[in-house]
C-alpha cells in the first residue's frame, strides 16, 4: 500500500492523468463491448483494433462487420455538457460542480472545469477513411463512423449530422441499416482483411500514442504550410454556419478542414 502511494507521489501529473484518461477510456470502451455482443450471430465484433496504414497507425475502438455494411465505432467516457459541431477541431467540456466553503457551510459557489478534445467525429472519420482503403476492392460497401459516449455526459449542445449516441443507443444505429451489400463471401472476405491486418499484438499502446503525436505533428506542419495533410491539395479560407475555416481545394474529392490559422 506505502509503496502505490509512493509511486503515485512521484509520478509526474501528466502522466497521472494521463494514467486516468486511458483507463477511464478503457472501461468505457469495455461498456460497449457489452453492448455489441447482444448483436445478431450475423455481425462479427473486432475490439481494440490497430491497423498498420501509409506508416503510421490507426487505432479503432471497436469494429463491427455485417453484410448491411462495416460500421466504426469511436468511444468516449466523458461526463459534464459537451460543445461540439462536425467541422470543429476540438470539442469542449464543461463539469460544474457545486463547492461549499470549509469554514462556511451556509455558503456555496460554483466551480466550473473546462477542457478540450480533439473531434470524436473527425476521429470516427479518419478511421472510415483507413478501412475504406483496406477494403477498396468493395467500393460501394458502406462504413458508417459512430461515436459512442459511455459516460455520463450531456449531448443536448452537439450539432452534428453524424451518428454521436448514448452507449444504449448503438445497437439501434447498427441495426437501422438494413440493405444488404455483401455476400457470403464477400463477408468472410472483408473479415479475412480486418484479421489479417489487426497488429494489436505486435503494437503495444505507447508506440501507438508516439505514432498520434508524430501523425499530428506532420498535420499540423502541412496545414500551417497551406498544405492539405490527407490529400496534398491547398488549404482555401471558406465560411459556414458557426463561421470561417480553411478547407482542401479538392472538395467535395477531399472533405478535410482545420482551424488552424495560415
Same mark, same amino acid.
Given at each position: ?22 483507463? /477511464? ?6 461498456? &460497449? ?13 473486432? #475490439?481494440? &483494433? ?10 479503432? =475502438? ?17 461526463? !459534464?455538457?459537451?460543445? !461540439? ?10 463539469? %460544474?460542480?457545486? +463547492? ?29 477513411? &483507413?478501412?475504406? =482503403? /483496406?477494403?477498396?476492392?468493395?467500393? *460501394? ?12 455526459? =450531456?449531448?443536448? #449542445? ?5 451518428? &454521436? ?10 441495426? %437501422? ?12 472476405? +472483408? ?13 503495444? #499502446?505507447?508506440?501507438?500514442? #508516439?505514432?498520434?503525436?508524430?501523425? @499530428?505533428?506532420?498535420?499540423? @506542419? ?13 488549404? +482555401?479560407?471558406? *465560411? ?6 480553411? !478547407? ?6 477531399? %472533405? ?5 490559422? /495560415?
Amino acid at each position: 500500500m506505502f509503496f502505490n502511494f509512493l509511486s503515485y507521489i512521484i509520478t509526474p501529473r501528466k502522466e497521472r492523468e494521463e494514467t486516468r484518461i486511458q483507463r /477511464l477510456g478503457e472501461y468505457g470502451e469495455a461498456q &460497449v463491448a457489452s453492448y455489441l455482443e447482444s448483436l445478431p450471430a450475423e455481425y462479427t465484433i473486432f #475490439n481494440d &483494433v490497430i491497423i498498420q496504414h501509409q506508416g503510421t497507425t490507426t487505432q479503432i =475502438d471497436h469494429i463491427v462487420i455485417s453484410k448491411y455494411g462495416v460500421f466504426a465505432i469511436e468511444t468516449k467516457n466523458y461526463r !459534464g455538457v459537451i460543445y !461540439g459541431t462536425d467541422k470543429r477541431q476540438n470539442w469542449t467540456q464543461i463539469i %460544474k460542480t457545486n +463547492v461549499i466553503y470549509p469554514r462556511k457551510p451556509w455558503k456555496v459557489y460554483t466551480h466550473i472545469a473546462k477542457s478540450a478534445f480533439y473531434n470524436p467525429v473527425k476521429q470516427a472519420w479518419g478511421h472510415c477513411f &483507413v478501412l475504406k =482503403d /483496406l477494403l477498396k476492392e468493395f467500393p *460501394h460497401l458502406p462504413i458508417v463512423p459512430i461515436v459512442v459516449f459511455a459516460g455520463y455526459a =450531456d449531448l443536448s #449542445n452537439i450539432q452534428t449530422n453524424n451518428h &454521436v449516441v448514448y452507449n444504449t443507443h448503438v445497437l439501434s444505429v447498427i441495426t %437501422k441499416y438494413q440493405s444488404i451489400f455483401l455476400s457470403e463471401k464477400g463477408l468472410q472476405r +472483408v473479415r479475412e482483411i480486418i484479421q489479417s491486418q489487426n497488429a494489436r499484438c505486435e503494437i503495444n #499502446n505507447q508506440t501507438h500514442v #508516439n505514432n498520434i503525436r508524430q501523425k @499530428r505533428l506532420e498535420a499540423e @506542419r502541412l496545414s500551417e504550410s497551406g498544405i492539405c495533410p490527407r490529400c496534398g491539395g491547398t488549404l +482555401v479560407r471558406r *465560411h459556414g454556419p458557426t463561421g470561417g475555416f480553411f !478547407g482542401c481545394s479538392n472538395y467535395p474529392k477531399c %472533405k478535410y478542414t482545420t482551424q488552424y490559422v /495560415l
